[in-house]
């Protein structure tokens, strides 16, 4: 009986050691705060590589990468620490360069991540979590998400690489751009630098790895994190954020933004200088009869399209605003008919799709939400066909020019790039960018609604203050200057279907009292009055007067002695 003793008191035991366990699991698993309070942590990486082998014995890890940079640098360690060195390059992936088999990848991360943690410990450091508190890091549930803001590289923030003394060129070039632009050579088998040719990083890095070829993720860490490394190491003044904050934090993001309003501040004139790769500041929009059939062509083409590119340029942050991957012209790959290169998507649809920010309507559609312009264009029909006046303003006449021993112009004639720059130059040169609008005596200055009086006095509207506070509101812009050119473009944002006119049709022509049936397209005078107004005044966010406050518009009606 003695010696069964010990065996009844090994349960009491293992109750002992489990109590003991879960407070210390609890204890290293005590969540930090957010460090932003609406998206989490920029900085969590989940590490998950074994779900590549086949389902994971233990819920995926939950690593904060900038909190062990931070310990790191307390202790006088850098990323060699976790990282090695291949081809003068830190590997993005821990303690290893090669994939191995999953055995060796649990090993090598127990084995260094554990020890560290011991090593730290024994040394009275603090320290992450020691063997057998396997929960603390394979967290099922972790209460804090990972949160990285997206990073785009616009057009300050390249002026900034471009002109940065601390980014020399790898040749006698007298520009840097062959420091980050790359593309591979097949013969020669290596990547190499083609003036040119500098495309987006996207066009050969998808987001995820294929072939031999680097995820985005992995080819933007790559040269942009250890190129800012490689500076702080040789204490460069600037050399960009390298911890995942930096870049994808909101408080780095600030900070960057704020470096690049300091830059301009400092340029001549507060503009940026135009980045100089060839392309023209003008451009002829059109199909080039040299990639399809000018004969199909023909029957269906209309007018081209002067671009003007220069002022584009100006206006935007990144030429990806418009350019996909490449900055090759439109129908590279948006054919008549579509190709796989251009997501079978046609000329025409990228050019028109309202639904795309990198078609010309989609952008321009983006820019009618701003507040100026909101308050008119939010309930303009957006899906009925636009009429040929409207389509002109884009697709003008060709001039009646002479090119060099070509004589007159003519549909079927292939131009050269710097002929179709020519002629778009010209086409521009001719167009109004100033808003017309009639003389001011000319507008009335009060519109009295007097359809509808019953309960309600007749409602007043300051016509007049409205129409010339909408005119304000396009003042330097000269892409509404543009298209609001002609006079009495502007009445057309009240009195739609209408033609541009001084004196524009009555509602109450259109709109019957009451509500025809007939016509259930078209709403009642009362709702067509209500629609207008209150839906402008909610588009621009007015707060008086209010959807509600009736007499604010309306004086209610004295009552007359019984």
């Known amino acids: 009986m003695k010696r069964g003793r010990p065996l009844f008191r090994w349960p009491g035991i293992l109750l002992l050691c489990a109590a003991i366990s879960i407070i210390c699991i609890e204890a290293y698993g005590k969540k930090e705060p957010l460090n932003t309070p609406e998206s989490g942590r920029p900085d969590l990486v989940t590490i998950d590589t074994l779900a590549a082998f086949g389902k994971l014995e233990l819920p995926p890890v939950t690593f904060f990468h900038d909190k062990h940079t931070e310990a790191l640098l307390k202790e006088k360690k850098d990323c060699k620490t976790c990282h090695l060195v291949e081809d003068d390059k830190l590997s993005l992936t821990f303690k290893r360069s090669k994939a191995t088999r999953p055995a060796e990848i649990k090993q090598i991360y127990h084995s260094n991540c554990i020890g560290c943690h011991m090593d730290m410990a024994a040394a009275g450091k603090k320290s992450g979590p020691p063997d057998g508190m396997c929960r603390s890091c394979h967290n099922a549930e972790p209460k804090i998400a990972a949160a990285r803001l997206d990073v785009e590289v616009n057009k300050i923030l390249h002026f900034r690489h471009v002109g940065s003394k601390s980014v020399p060129s790898k040749t006698t070039d007298k520009d840097n751009c062959n420091r980050c632009h790359h593309v591979y050579d097949k013969e ?199 009429d040929d006046a409207t389509c002109r303003q884009c697709h003008m006449p060709l001039p009646k020019t002479v090119l060099q021993g070509r004589g007159e112009l003519r549909d079927d004639v292939v131009l050269t790039p710097k002929q179709k720059s020519g002629i778009a130059e010209v086409m521009l040169k001719g167009r109004n960018m100033k808003p017309g609008v009639y003389a001011v005596e000319d507008i009335p200055e009060k519109a009295v609604i007097r359809e509808l009086v019953d309960q309600y006095e007749p409602a007043e509207m300051p016509h007049r203050k409205i129409v010339l506070t909408l005119m304000k509101g396009m003042k330097d812009n000269s892409l509404a200057g543009y298209f609001h050119s002609e006079q009495g473009t502007i009445c057309q944002g009240c009195h739609h279907n209408s033609p541009a006119a001084k004196k524009p049709p009555r509602c109450g022509n259109c709109h019957g009292k009451p509500f025809d049936p007939r016509q259930p397209n078209r709403p009642g005078l009362q709702a067509a009055f209500h629609g207008e107004c209150m839906g402008c005044h909610k588009a621009i966010k007015l707060a008086k007067p209010a959807a509600t406050a009736c007499t604010e518009c309306h004086k209610e009606k004295k009552k007359e002695p019984a």
């Open 188 to 386: 020669a088998k290596k990547i190499v630098y083609v003036k040119g040719k500098e495309a987006t990083c996207g066009y050969c890095h998808l987001e995820k790895q294929k072939d031999d070829v680097k995820s985005l993720r992995q080819a933007s860490h790559l040269e942009c994190v250890l190129c800012h490394l490689d500076l702080a190491n040789k204490e460069v003044k600037e050399t960009g954020p390298y911890v995942c904050a930096g870049c994808h934090g909101k408080d780095g993001q600030v900070l960057v933004a704020k470096k690049n309003q300091e830059a301009v501040a400092k340029l001549p004139d507060k503009e940026i200088p135009r980045l100089k790769a060839g392309q023209p500041d003008f451009a002829l929009i059109t199909l080039d009869p040299k990639l399809e059939s000018a004969k199909a062509l023909k029957p269906v083409l209309m007018n081209p399209v002067a671009f003007d590119h220069k002022a584009h340029e100006r206006s935007n942050d990144s030429c990806h605003v418009c350019h996909h991957k490449t900055v090759d012209s439109c129908q590279t790959c948006h054919t008549l008919l579509g190709k796989k290169e251009g997501g079978s998507v046609r000329f025409e649809e990228a050019m028109h799709l309202r639904a795309s920010k990198q078609s010309c309507l989609g952008c321009h559609g983006e820019k009618q939400a701003a507040l100026s312009c909101a308050g008119c264009h939010s309930h303009m029909d957006k899906i009925r066909r636009p």
